[in-house]
C-alpha cells in the first residue's frame, strides 16, 4: 500500500499510529527527531510523512517547511499530527505546506483514511 514515515517522540503515540497504519498493509518507518526524519526522507523517500508538531531539536512546523520548500520532498504529502489542537495551529500547520492536520488523541478511522487518500494522490 505503501510506506509512512512516523515522527514522534513518544513511543506511546508511535505505537498507536503505527498499529492503525500497519492493520491497513502500509509499511511504517519511524523518527524520534526532525534530523532523524530529515534523513530518513532522503534514504527511503516515504509515500507519507506523519509529524508530530513537538520534537527535540526542531519544530514539526520547521520540519514541514523545509521538506515542503526543496524540490526533492516537496511532492512528498505531510500529515501533522499533535496535541495542538487550536484553530491557529492547524492554520498554521496549513501555512508551513501541511496537506492534513489530524489532532490526538486521533480519530483512528479518519486517520487511516486521510493517509490512503494522500498515498493514493
Excluded: H
Excluded at 503515540?13 to 492503525?20: G, M, N, R
Excluded at 502500509?26 to 532522503?42: P, Q, R, T, W
Excluded at 489530524?102 to 494522490?121: G, M, N, R
Amino acid at each position: 500500500m505503501g510506506t509512512a514515515l512516523v515522527v514522534d517522540d513518544s513511543l506511546t503515540e508511535q505505537k498507536i499510529i503505527t498499529s492503525c497504519l500497519e492493520k491497513e498493509g502500509i509499511n511504517v518507518l519511524i523518527a524520534s527527531s526532525g534530523e532523524e526524519a530529515l534523513e530518513k526522507v532522503k534514504s527511503t523517500r516515504p509515500d507519507v510523512i506523519v509529524l508530530d508538531v513537538v520534537l527535540p531539536g526542531r519544530s514539526g512546523f520547521e520540519i514541514c517547511r523545509q521538506l515542503k520548500a526543496e524540490a526533492s520532498t516537496s511532492t512528498i504529502p505531510i500529515i501533522i499530527c499533535s496535541t495542538k489542537g487550536s484553530e491557529m495551529d492547524k492554520f498554521w500547520g496549513m501555512k508551513q505546506g501541511a496537506d492534513a492536520y489530524i489532532p490526538k488523541p486521533i480519530d483512528q478511522a479518519e486517520f487511516v483514511q486521510t493517509v490512503k487518500q494522500l498515498i493514493k494522490q
